[in-house]
């Protein structure tokens, strides 16, 4: 088939569920990963003949069961690095980069100037936290730790992908002896999470693409005990950070003021709820006192 046939071919199958210029990078970005095809060959030389066209047509078709393109491709880019990702793993958001820079301003800004800094990321999935502070603070000892062996084994081909060197923790966090269980008394300058925390009834307002193929074991909480894991982490963190220790979180946007008020009743100073580029509650950043 020509290019320009199966470019066609993508606006006809996927016209209703996608606005043209996403169908667009779609075409764009598949033709590159599997073909090697550059965007500008794309427009030049429409009438090329694409020889093997299964696989693209394979890839059409998972588009159009709202199969996520970070999936079909096995990657993504976060906080201008790449990442391997497949259904054991979240797709790194948006707004969990925007947590990677507040810890970065944070760190440049602090006044203690140790050089020995021990950085735990808990529920690190594709490990796009951690291998973020890593690469950016290269000083620094980071520590990823999650449940899912499956979602270790791409954040490890993730360190190799990005030449950093994060030591992994697989372990239940939830365990009331998580500390002592896991972590042979290493202590943590900052702790960082993007736990579990959208509540059951909010799958409603979720995309199928989401719903279908992202890890549940990664997104969803319970409605009664939505705070499950900020509990779990703050108790965690109150032994697990050193002195002057910091935590930060990414937080459901429906649940600043209750993540704030869980943090203050184990108390934690200087509390700081932040909002994301859309204005939303989105991020927490609280002191060991
Ligand atoms: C929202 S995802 C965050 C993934 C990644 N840090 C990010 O920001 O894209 C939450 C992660 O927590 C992990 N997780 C879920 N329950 C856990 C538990 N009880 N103990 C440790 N990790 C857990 C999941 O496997 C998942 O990787």
Same mark, same amino acid.
């Given at each position: ?44 030389? *429409? ?9 693209? /047509? ?13 999936? @079909? ?15 054991? $793993?979240?797709?790194?958001? %948006?707004?969990?980069?925007?947590? $990677? ?8 800004? #602090? ?7 021990? @950085? ?14 890593? &690469?950016?603070? *290269? ?12 979602? /270790? ?6 360190? &190799? ?12 966090? /939830? +365990? ?6 896991? !972590? ?11 736990? %579990? ?23 969803? $909480?319970?409605?009664?005990? %939505? ?5 779990? @982490?703050?108790? !965690?963190?109150?032994?697990?950070? #050193? ?8 937080? +459901? ?7 704030? /008020? ?9 509390? $700081? ?11 927490? &950043?609280?002191?060991?006192?």
């Amino acid at each position: 088939m020509k290019l320009a046939q199966i470019k066609n071919e993508f606006h006809n199958v996927l016209r209703k569920l996608f606005p043209k210029e996403e169908i667009d990078t779609f075409f764009y970005l598949i033709s590159e990963k599997f073909y090697g095809i550059k965007r500008i060959d794309l427009t030049m030389y *429409p009438e090329k003949e694409v020889k093997d066209e299964a696989l693209i /047509l394979e890839a059409l078709e998972l588009l159009k069961q709202q199969k996520p393109i970070q999936y @079909i491709l096995g990657e993504t880019e976060f906080y201008g690095l790449r990442y391997k990702v497949n259904e054991d $793993v979240l797709i790194p958001r %948006p707004e969990t980069e925007e947590l $990677v820079e507040w810890i970065l301003n944070w760190y440049s800004k #602090r006044s203690e100037a140790t050089t020995d800094i021990n @950085i735990l990321d808990i529920g690190t999935g594709s490990g796009c936290i951690a291998i973020s502070l890593a &690469k950016n603070l *290269p000083q620094a000892k980071v520590y990823g730790f999650d449940f899912s062996k499956n979602a /270790l084994k791409i954040a490890k081909e993730n360190t &190799k992908y990005n030449s950093v060197n994060i030591e992994f923790v697989e372990g239940d966090i /939830l +365990n009331e002896d998580a500390f002592e269980t896991y !972590f042979n008394n290493d202590k943590f300058d900052v702790i960082v999470s993007n736990p %579990p925390y959208v509540r059951a009834k909010e799958k409603q307002l979720m995309k199928p693409n989401v719903l279908d193929y992202e890890p549940h074991l990664a997104l969803f $909480v319970e409605d009664d005990n %939505p705070l499950l894991f900020y509990n779990a @982490i703050a108790k !965690f963190a109150k032994k697990a950070l #050193r002195t002057n220790g910091v935590l930060f979180f990414e937080i +459901n946007e429906y649940l600043g003021q209750e993540t704030v /008020l869980l943090l203050e009743k184990f108390n934690y100073k200087n509390i $700081v709820l932040k909002q994301d580029a859309f204005g939303k509650d989105r991020m927490v &950043k609280a002191e060991l006192n």
